[in-house]
């Protein structure tokens, strides 16, 4: 069974984008703004994840 330990959201309001995370472990949430040019680049940081530097961690 998977337990979910953190979320996360990419909120857009009038142009400004936030971070909004959630820790369900303490059951606490962290917001962080970010800037435009971190969204577009959004999907490369997500492929580094998948990529096979990364393998060895799984």
């Known amino acids: 069974m998977e337990t979910p330990l ?7 309001e009038d142009g400004v984008f936030k971070l909004v995370v959630t820790d369900h472990l303490r059951d606490t949430v962290q ?9 577009d680049k959004l999907p490369y940081f997500l ?6 530097q990364f393998g060895a961690f799984r």
């Not at 953190?6 to 857009?12: G, P, Q």
């Not at 917001?31 to 969204?39: C, D, G, L, T």
């Not at 492929?47 to 096979?52: E, I, Q, V, W, Y």
């Open 31 to 39: 917001i962080s703004y970010v800037p435009k040019r971190a969204v």
């Open 47 to 52: 492929s580094l994840l998948d990529s096979r």
């Open 6 to 12: 953190y979320s996360a959201e990419l909120v857009e």
